[in-house]
């Protein structure tokens, strides 16, 4: 188990949930919100595990992957871009299922997830891949499904983070040495300078 790979499944995983809702019959109303509520709460509850659990072990261990600035610029774009899904999804949960607010808010929701998912895959999952260890990535993935499980049986209610207040103070500073990976070069891979 991966943390990495968990996260690129999830991923999958949210655009299967919107590809249904997509081709859900517009007169099942009652089927369309219990499967937006599902896909609401995997959302979010993949947005907490990965804030908790991932991020922070990026910032400590990236060097900026793809297309990215930097991590710092890696880690507090995905956090602004989980802040406009929540938008999207209070904007959705505050309409009447099936109303045509409500599915601007839902494909609003699936537009800013999508473009979110494509970053985080070429550049945080690419650079983490590089930069830490295997048995740090297999914790990190035990740690993110619990997680998730705690919080969905929980119930779930959605809060903005400030991207610049945590990327300045996430970072995990208890990582040991071995949690690097030392079979790959000290930076992560980048893509050139393009216009």
């Known amino acids: 188990m ?3 790979d968990v996260i690129q499944r999830q991923h999958d995983e949210q655009r299967t949930e919107f590809a249904i809702l997509e081709q859900w019959p517009r007169d099942d109303i009652e089927g369309l919100e219990a499967i937006w509520n599902r896909l609401a709460i995997l959302l979010e509850t993949h947005a907490l595990a990965e804030e908790k659990h991932f991020y922070p072990q990026l910032l400590t261990l990236g ?3 793809a297309d990215a600035g930097g991590v710092d610029d ?8 989980h802040n406009s899904i929540r938008d999207c999804v209070r904007r959705a949960n505050a309409e009447k299922a099936g109303s045509e607010a409500w599915w601007k808010a839902v494909v609003d929701a699936n537009v800013a997830n999508s473009t979110h998912m494509g970053e985080e895959e070429r550049q945080d999952l690419a650079d983490f891949r590089q930069q830490a260890s295997l048995e740090l990535r297999h914790e990190l993935a035990i740690k993110l499904l619990r997680e998730m499980a705690m919080e969905a049986a929980k119930g779930i209610t959605p809060v903005d983070r400030d991207a610049d207040e ?3 103070n996430d970072k995990d500073d208890s990582l040991g040495a071995d949690a690097k990976n030392t079979d790959l070069p000290d930076t992560s891979l980048t893509a050139s300078e393009t216009e």
């Open 2 to 4: 991966d943390i990495c």
């Open 63 to 65: 060097t900026g992957g």
């Open 166 to 168: 945590y990327v300045a």
């Open 74 to 81: 890696e880690v507090e774009d995905a956090i602004k871009d």
